[in-house]
């Protein structure tokens, strides 16, 4: 038997016998839409993992993690979907920052930060977005100022998932007065627990609450929690963007094939799938997924080269777009009865929350827009989109 084939054997076998007793309830909560299931016990259950070693798997032994191979992250997210374990809480922090302080932090940094996202003791949240920004990132507005040994942030971010549940922040602010675009950003690991840091919850169209406006008054961290050189955080920045494309993609796309499948299911009991036009609509989707799959390998093979190539940015669009569409056959295959909740109190069901929450998979993690304007420009060396 291969490593890989071991690999993904050793977390079978723990995840079937872990998921049981009063964990065996938190099979399938959480997720997209539905982060507010079960937080605390999900929360557990993260520390139950870390306590095993199952957090970080891909991380370097010496930070903590098991230094697995692409190919057996790969199986380790590929299993976990199959599994139906619960949605991680601590993805941020995990898949984006670990990596990004692996890369980039120094060694006093990777000693302090490090340990407790293993461990799940800190959560973290990501501070990009703005109300005047976006998805366009160099157009941040929030600013930093040096004062004595430490920086003080004044701004407000958007869109920020989890900050309130988590306990810090990486945060892209302006260091350099006067400067534009990408030049004079820096990357800034700032605690929320402070005076001067007020979370304000957004209703999203679920009726959840799991995105934030963050707004930054005089809050302040340590001078040494910049990660990287001061206005160099727009390289750090992208590293950590492409980090988020990495490869817990594949069980995303675990997760989406047990979503048709189900519905696949559902059009052949309500009679749906008799209706021609249905049935080629599911078939479209399971092409599009595999697709998507075949797309995402591809990109695996620039994250093991050392990062991801234009494929992250196609792969964003091709599964954000199929989501949303996915969320939309849905409601066909449901017809009337999908506008209506059976009785009090109304809440929605799994595929109304599909149909509802999916509407912002164009959006976030950078919008289908920009991920055209980068495929445009950075591959494909068209002339650039004209900008005020």
């Not at 557990?44 to 903590?64: F, L």
């Not at 260091?175 to 990357?187: C, K, N």
């Not at 160099?232 to 492409?242: E, Q």
Request: aromatic content about 8%; proline content about 5%; charged content about 25%.
């Amino acid at each position: 038997m291969s490593s890989v084939e071991e690999f993904r054997t050793e977390i079978r076998g723990w995840l079937a016998a872990r998921l049981t007793g009063s964990f065996a309830d938190l099979r399938g909560r959480g997720g997209p839409g539905r982060e507010h299931e079960a937080f605390a016990e999900r929360l557990a259950w993260e520390r139950h993992m870390a306590a095993d070693g199952w957090t970080c798997v891909g991380w370097p032994k010496e930070h903590g993690g098991r230094d697995a191979t692409i190919e057996q992250q790969v199986a380790f997210h590929e299993e976990y979907a199959l599994a139906d374990a619960p949605a991680r809480v601590n993805h941020i922090g995990e898949q984006l920052l670990g990596p990004t302080l692996v890369a980039f932090g120094t060694p006093e940094q990777r000693a302090r930060f490090l340990p407790p996202i293993v461990a799940a003791d800190e959560l973290w949240c990501q501070g990009y977005s703005e109300p005047d920004a976006g998805s366009d990132l160099a157009n941040v507005r929030t600013r930093a100022e040096r004062d004595g040994t430490d920086w003080v942030v004044t701004g407000q971010k958007t869109w920020t998932s989890l900050a309130h549940e988590a306990q810090w922040c990486f945060v892209v602010a302006r260091t350099e007065p006067g400067s534009t675009r990408h030049r004079g950003l820096s990357y800034l690991l700032v605690p929320l627990d402070q005076p001067g840091v007020e979370i304000r919850p957004i209703t999203q169209l679920t009726g959840t609450s799991e995105f934030n406006e963050v707004f930054f008054d005089g809050a302040r961290t340590r001078a040494e929690h910049i990660v990287g050189a001061p206005g160099d955080g727009w390289r750090v920045a992208m590293a950590t963007l492409g980090f988020e494309r990495g490869v817990s993609t594949l069980g995303q796309q675990v997760g989406f094939r047990r979503e048709l499948e189900t519905l696949i299911a559902l059009a052949r009991r309500n009679g749906a799938a008799d209706d021609p036009l249905i049935r080629d609509r599911l078939a479209r989707a399971w092409t599009g997924l595999e697709t998507i799959r075949c797309n995402a390998l591809r990109m695996l093979d620039g994250v093991a080269a050392g990062a991801p190539g234009p494929e992250a940015s196609i792969g964003k669009i091709y599964w954000a777009t199929w989501h949303r569409e996915l969320g939309e056959l849905a409601m066909s295959v449901l017809g009337a009865g999908g506008m209506t909740a059976p009785d009090e109190p109304y809440e929605l069901d799994d595929w109304q929350r599909l149909f509802l929450f999916s509407r912002a998979d164009t959006i976030y993690a950078g919008s289908n827009e920009i991920q055209r304007n980068i495929i445009a420009e950075r591959v494909l060396g068209l002339p650039k989109e004209l900008r005020p």
